[in-house]
């Protein structure tokens, strides 16, 4: 891959193969987990894909894959939301009349059966009119079956929690908005600065949120509280992850202008985010990751990206131990 890659995500379970989603405005398919031991101590750089699903005629900016691993979704800047049979290779739903770029896709509902997406309207001068909507893949209906309309700038990311019927939306007006579709409730959280990512813990009761302020931080769904905080631009981390990786300058967490994503690790002992190159001889040059110990809040380990990697838009972890970063040089790791 020569273009960025805007979204990463592991199949589901056991999650053999990651796909992402790319600016050469298709989805890759990679295998993920090493075929043989001795390789699960490094970081292994994927180049060559062993699938290309092409249909989208603009950047793909989300992937998100149903429990079977028999279909995934992807949404990009052509205002669609398509519908992939995995094993042929070929959209079987697309849903479309969006106004601009769709931002973010996540499957719902029982056996999968709706698809929840997120976009910017742009249509009146000196406005952002957002939705998420909500999509019935059984349905011959191409019209959402719920939209919910409360953002005011583009909605950025999305999660859904199943055992609680939630939808966790953040969006760039600096509220996290988590709707309880059960109960027909919303809750909204300020955070004042753009919101980038956004992840539920897997009881519910916990809201992970990066903004542009170059903070990562876990909240209470139910009240709001701060609970843990990481990154900062005070606070640095060094280069320490095993399997060949030694210490090295230390790095500065950054996020202030891109869309970077961040998500629970290690039974959510741990947190990993993206993070955007140093500027102004900050730090060494490239973008890299970031793991946080989410009691101690320090840094464990930093995983450098590369000299000339402005940065590292999105991370996915799988519980059998392995994570994924997707680089804007195109790099996969």
Known sequence: MATPVNAVT?????????????????????????SN????????????????????????????????????????????????????GVTTRRWDGHSSRVEAVQFAGE??????????????????????????????????????????????????????????????????????VRMGKMTDDVLVHPVTSVRCSADGNGLLVSTLDSYVRLLDRINGKLLAAFGGPEKRGEQSLPGGLSKGPRHIYRNTELRV?????????????????????????????FAWDIVKEEVVATVPMGEGVKVVSCVAWNEQGFWAGGCSDGKLV
């Open 261 to 289: 994503r961040s998500v629970f690790a290690q039974g959510e002992a741990v947190v990993l985010s993206g993070s955007e190159a140093a500027k102004g001889g900050e730090g060494p040059a490239g973008a890299a990751v």
């Open 10 to 34: 592991f199949s589901s379970y056991p999650g053999t193969y990651v796909l992402t989603g790319s600016s050469d405005r298709a989805v890759h398919l990679s295998r993920a987990v090493p």
């Open 111 to 180: 056996g999968d059966s709706v698809v929840v997406s997120v976009l910017t309207n742009l249509a009146r001068a000196g406005s952002a009119d957002t939705m998420v909507n909500l999509w019935d893949t059984r349905s011959k209906d191409y019209k959402p079956i719920q939209s919910l309309s409360e953002a005011t700038d583009t909605v950025s990311c999305l999660h859904v929690h199943m055992p609680s019927y939630s939808i966790a939306a953040g969006s760039y007006d600096g509220h996290v908005r988590v709707y309880d």
């Open 37 to 88: 031991a001795e390789n699960s101590a490094r970081a292994v750089e994927t180049v060559s894909p062993i699938q290309r699903y092409e249909a989208h005629g603009y950047s793909v900016l989300d992937v998100a894959v149903a429990a079977d691993n028999a279909r995934f979704a992807s949404v990009g800047g052509d205002r669609q939301v398509f519908l992939w049979d995995v094993e042929q």
